[in-house]
């Protein structure tokens, strides 16, 4: 590779005269004077942008390089000292070219260069069999493969890149409306299935079916337009043909993500609810709806005596704060009035074991003194509700303060012997009842309409104390999940689903799908991100609760076109929507690979997707961009060398796109191969579309089902009902903020 320097090799160029880091300058030979040379069984680029130039830099090893810019100067610019410019006769013509890595003969290219070109190295053009090295992708072993993405519209040659790199990590496609991105998710995919598919079959035997590549490829098709291109093999029955507004489709069959598998983030955000004061009480809902739906009848006592001994320790608590403060800063009045409630509690429980004997739950030897230590407490002095009320007409607030002598030393007593006995209580209740451990994020079917009902929200209030102050701070939730439930654009949440177990099968496919097209077009906008967001959760949690031996086992690759509908950066006033479905994906980006799901994201405008999911991206296929505001953010992620590649971004034809990242040997521009059959993304072609006798545009059609949609009605005539009414209350006259 390196040239005989005392003849002129054919493929030289020109020599170096620049040398600055990762950027050299090559002076061209006078005799270049077109943008190609031509050399035995050879024609060749020579000034293209983008094309590549290499350096013998050691024997047997070449740096590479890539034309990043072309000039010519009919003058040597004056030093610093002088005033004057020299004329040239003949003018220089000088390219600028940057680094990217290096040859070495029967090796791989190796991304890097560890030794750079000298002054007066030459410049050389590459032969077929370097160029090759350049743009095509050398498997390491045999657990990986080059995957063609298509030809250099400079030199014609595949450029190819490693399948595993490609769809392990993030890969971002980026690019204008029209330049081709789901020209170029479709194309990838397809060549991806195509190498998968053509795989002989290997020497043992699956038992009973015949094999199959494992590969999934989770498509979020947010303008419906993938279902062309990934057609299904067998129409079944089920499928339908007709999209309906509010509805989302997997493969062609309507897919629900019911409420109850949003976990309590989702569900807070769902329902906008206060961190404050509203929070609390929606866990506690959404937790006894979920154990309600999961007990049996025959051990609903059980359920209901574990909450009232949980009221039981939560009074316990309560009285172990206020009585360690004994120095007088003590509510006392509190104090009596949770002794009062402590009493009532457990004459409850009394009655529940009862009714609970024959299943051989029985109450603690040391429940038969619970109401002498009661009373012992009372008669050393602890007020009434008419004393309390004398010392507050009095103001007397020192006393009305202070637990009086002696008090405080039996309450720390009395909580200090009872509490580990209704926690062992506790315990042997769930063990003989069998009871599940429920929490609210416990994927628990359940009937959304459950949440409408105000007395989960009287119940759940009730354990934290000041009930009718909380009811009042959690009406604007209680309005708002009224609202939601009845909003047909959210019924996606609210209808249907099936089992837990339907619907992991319908997001992943069943054994043979190998693209699910997931086409969420139908959705409305404020809808979209909440979709999304469950989804991709879904889909890590899946991956996440693996075993780790398991984790890597058949990867899933999630698809998320149009993704700045969804993954916005942050802002402050945003919807809580958009808040989930970006922290969901920033999560999958930085965590996914470890757990076998990797993300293509697909967008026009770089500068509306989350930075953090950007700069996770691996590798990157940007088409053209024309927005200078785009094109600056975009080069804020990429490496410094990569940056000047970008310039070409506006001029790019459709179809065409840089290639950057690990997964490539060299950052190229390639045309990506045209997929077959093609994504449903064509651009409109307006004077053939507008000649006389063409189809027109049916509003009528259209009509039709968004009046259906919004008329309030269902199918079947019949009208929506609230299972309970609850009063209505402006959201101006509370503050949702207001802690209780």
Same mark, same amino acid.
């Given at each position: 590779?390196?040239?005989?320097?005392?003849?002129?090799?054919?493929?030289?160029?020109?020599?170096?005269?620049?040398?600055?880091?990762?950027?050299?300058?090559?002076?061209?030979?006078?005799?270049?004077?077109?943008?190609?040379?031509?050399?035995?069984?050879?024609?060749?680029?020579?000034?293209?942008?983008?094309?590549?130039?290499?350096?013998?830099?050691?024997?047997?090893?070449?740096?590479?390089?890539?034309?990043?810019?072309?000039?010519?100067?009919?003058?040597?610019?004056?030093?610093?000292?002088?005033?004057?410019?020299?004329?040239?006769?003949?003018?220089?013509?000088?390219?600028?070219?940057?680094?990217?890595?290096?040859?070495?003969?029967?090796?791989?290219?190796?991304?890097?260069?560890?030794?750079?070109?000298?002054?007066?190295?030459?410049?050389?053009?590459?032969?077929?069999?370097?160029?090759?090295?350049?743009?095509?992708?050398?498997?390491?072993?045999?657990?990986?493969?080059? #995957?063609?993405?298509?030809? /250099?519209?400079?030199?014609?040659?595949?450029?190819?890149?490693?399948?595993?790199?490609?769809?392990?990590?993030?890969?971002?496609?980026?690019?204008?409306?029209?330049?081709?991105?789901?020209?170029?998710?479709?194309?990838?995919?397809?060549?991806?299935?195509?190498?998968?598919?053509?795989?002989?079959?290997?020497?043992?035997?699956?038992?009973?079916?015949?094999?199959?590549?494992?590969?999934?490829?989770?498509?979020?098709?947010?303008?419906?337009?993938?279902?062309?291109?990934?057609?299904?093999?067998?129409?079944?029955?089920?499928?339908?043909?007709?999209?309906?507004?509010?509805?989302?489709?997997?493969?062609?069959?309507?897919?629900?993500?019911?409420?109850?598998?949003?976990?309590?983030?989702?569900?807070?955000?769902?329902?906008?609810?206060?961190?404050?004061?509203?929070?609390?009480?929606?866990?506690?809902?959404?937790?006894?709806?979920?154990?309600?739906?999961?007990?049996?009848?025959?051990?609903?006592?059980?359920?209901? #005596?574990?909450?009232?001994?949980?009221?039981?320790?939560?009074?316990?608590?309560?009285?172990?704060?206020?009585?360690?403060?004994?120095?007088?800063?003590?509510?006392?009045?509190?104090?009596?009035?949770?002794?009062?409630?402590?009493?009532?509690?457990?004459?409850?429980?009394?009655?529940?074991?009862?009714?609970?004997?024959?299943?051989?739950?029985?109450?603690?030897?040391?429940?038969?003194?619970?109401?002498?230590?009661?009373?012992?407490?009372?008669?050393?002095?602890?007020?009434?509700? =008419?004393?309390?009320?004398?010392?507050?007409?009095?103001?007397?607030?020192?006393?009305?303060?202070?637990?009086?002598?002696?008090?405080?030393?039996?309450?720390?007593?009395?909580?200090?012997?009872? =509490?580990?006995?209704?926690?062992?209580?506790?315990?042997?209740?769930?063990?003989?009842?069998?009871?599940?451990?429920?929490?609210?994020?416990?994927?628990?079917?359940?009937?959304?309409?459950?949440?409408?009902?105000?007395?989960?929200?009287?119940?759940?209030?009730?354990?934290?104390?000041?009930?009718?102050?909380?009811?009042?701070?959690?009406?604007?939730?209680?309005?708002?999940?009224?609202?939601?439930?009845?909003?047909?654009?959210?019924?996606?949440?609210?209808?249907?689903?099936?089992?837990?177990?339907?619907?992991?099968?319908?997001?992943?496919?069943?054994?043979?799908?190998?693209?699910?097209?997931?086409?969420?077009?139908?959705?409305?906008?404020?809808?979209?991100?909440?979709?999304?967001?469950?989804?991709?959760?879904?889909?890590?949690?899946?991956?996440?609760?693996?075993?780790?031996?398991?984790?890597?086992?058949?990867?899933?690759?999630?698809?998320?076109?149009?993704?700045?509908?969804? #993954?916005?950066?942050?802002?402050?006033?945003?919807?809580?929507?958009?808040?989930?479905?970006?922290?969901?994906?920033?999560?999958?980006?930085?965590?996914?690979?470890?757990?076998?799901?990797?993300?293509?994201?697909?967008?026009?405008?770089?500068?509306?997707?989350?930075?953090?999911?950007?700069?996770?991206?691996?590798?990157?296929?940007?088409?053209?961009?024309?927005?200078?505001?785009?094109?600056?953010?975009?080069?804020?992620?990429?490496?410094?060398?990569?940056?000047?590649?970008?310039?070409?971004?506006?001029?790019?034809?459709?179809?065409?796109?840089?290639?950057?990242?690990?997964?490539?040997?060299?950052?190229?521009?390639?045309?990506?191969?045209?997929?077959?059959?093609?994504?449903?993304?064509?651009?409109?072609?307006?004077?053939?579309?507008?000649?006389?006798?063409?189809?027109?545009?049916?509003?009528?059609?259209?009509?039709?089902?968004?009046?259906?949609? /919004?008329?309030?009605?269902?199918?079947?005539?019949?009208?929506?009902?609230?299972?309970?009414?609850?009063?209505?209350?402006? =959201?101006?006259?509370?503050?949702?903020?207001?802690?209780?």
């Amino acid at each position: 590779m390196v040239p005989d320097l005392g003849v002129k090799n054919v493929r030289e160029v020109g020599r170096v005269i620049s040398v600055f880091n990762y950027r050299v300058k090559v002076l061209l030979d006078p005799d270049v004077r077109s943008q190609i040379r031509s050399y035995p069984h050879r024609i060749s680029v020579v000034t293209q942008i983008g094309g590549y130039l290499l350096f013998p830099v050691a024997p047997g090893e070449s740096a590479v390089g890539i034309v990043i810019g072309a000039s010519e100067n009919e003058t040597i610019e004056a030093d610093t000292e002088r005033d004057m410019a020299l004329q040239l006769a003949r003018s220089r013509r000088i390219l600028t070219i940057n680094l990217l890595g290096q040859l070495r003969e029967s090796m791989p290219f190796e991304p890097g260069v560890s030794i750079y070109p000298v002054l007066e190295t030459p410049a050389l053009l590459p032969t077929e069999e370097e160029l090759k090295t350049i743009l095509e992708y050398q498997p390491r072993d045999n657990r990986d493969i080059a #995957l063609v993405v298509g030809p /250099s519209p400079i030199y014609r040659q595949d450029v190819t890149v490693s399948f595993n790199d490609l769809l392990a990590r993030p890969f971002g496609v980026i690019g204008n409306t029209g330049s081709g991105k789901s020209w170029s998710v479709a194309s990838i995919i397809q060549s991806a299935l195509a190498l998968l598919n053509k795989q002989e079959q290997p020497a043992v035997e699956q038992q009973n079916r015949e094999f199959k590549p494992l590969p999934k490829f989770i498509i979020l098709d947010i303008n419906g337009e993938y279902g062309s291109a990934f057609p299904l093999k067998n129409t079944e029955s089920e499928m339908i043909s007709d999209r309906e507004l509010n509805k989302s489709y997997i493969n062609g069959k309507p897919f629900e993500l019911p409420l109850w598998i949003f976990n309590l983030t989702e569900l807070i955000s769902f329902f906008e609810a206060s961190q404050a004061s509203q929070v609390p009480v929606l866990e506690r809902v959404i937790t006894m709806i979920r154990e309600d739906s999961v007990d049996p009848d025959a051990v609903k006592p059980f359920r209901r #005596l574990v909450r009232i001994v949980d009221k039981c320790l939560n009074y316990l608590g309560s009285l172990s704060v206020y009585a360690a403060e004994a120095d007088g800063t003590a509510v006392s009045d509190n104090t009596a009035e949770l002794i009062s409630h402590l009493q009532e509690t457990i004459y409850i429980i009394r009655e529940l074991a009862r009714e609970l004997a024959k299943y051989k739950v029985g109450l603690p030897s040391q429940f038969n003194g619970i109401e002498k230590d009661i009373e012992k407490i009372r008669e050393r002095g602890l007020r009434s509700k =008419e004393e309390y009320e004398s010392l507050r007409k009095e103001k007397n607030w020192a006393e009305f303060q202070r637990l009086p002598p002696g008090v405080a030393e039996e309450v720390v007593q009395f909580v200090a012997k009872l =509490e580990p006995v209704f926690q062992q209580f506790r315990l042997d209740i769930v063990t003989k009842g069998g009871l599940k451990q429920i929490i609210a994020d416990s994927p628990i079917q359940f009937n959304p309409r459950e949440l409408e009902r105000d007395a989960h929200f009287h119940i759940a209030a009730s354990r934290h104390g000041a009930e009718s102050r909380i009811q009042e701070f959690i009406s604007t939730l209680r309005l708002r999940i009224h609202r939601q439930l009845a909003d047909k654009r959210w019924s996606v949440f609210t209808q249907g689903g099936g089992s837990l177990e339907d619907i992991l099968w319908a997001m992943t496919g069943q054994d043979d799908d190998q693209v699910i097209v997931v086409d969420c077009s139908m959705l409305a906008h404020d809808v979209l991100p909440f979709f999304c967001a469950v989804f991709g959760r879904i889909l890590l949690e899946v991956r996440t609760q693996a075993e780790p031996a398991k984790r890597t086992v058949q990867p899933y690759v999630l698809v998320l076109e149009e993704a700045h509908n969804y #993954l916005k950066p942050r802002n402050q006033d945003e919807a809580p929507g958009l808040t989930l479905a970006r922290e969901t994906f920033e999560r999958i980006a930085k965590e996914g690979r470890k757990f076998g799901l990797s993300l293509i994201i697909a967008s026009q405008r770089p500068s509306d997707v989350s930075a953090t999911v950007l700069s996770q991206c691996a590798n990157f296929l940007v088409h053209r961009i024309q927005n200078p505001e785009d094109i600056e953010y975009f080069k804020k992620i990429l490496p410094i060398g990569s940056r000047d590649l970008l310039e070409q971004l506006p001029i790019l034809a459709p179809g065409e796109g840089l290639l950057l990242g690990s997964a490539v040997n060299v950052a190229a521009r390639v045309k990506v191969r045209k997929p077959e059959p093609v994504p449903t993304s064509d651009t409109p072609r307006p004077w053939e579309a507008w000649q006389p006798g063409k189809e027109q545009f049916n509003i009528g059609e259209f009509l039709k089902t968004w009046i259906h949609e /919004s008329d309030g009605e269902p199918e079947d005539g019949s009208k929506d009902t609230l299972l309970e009414e609850t009063e209505v209350v402006s =959201e101006d006259d509370f503050d949702d903020e207001v802690p209780f």
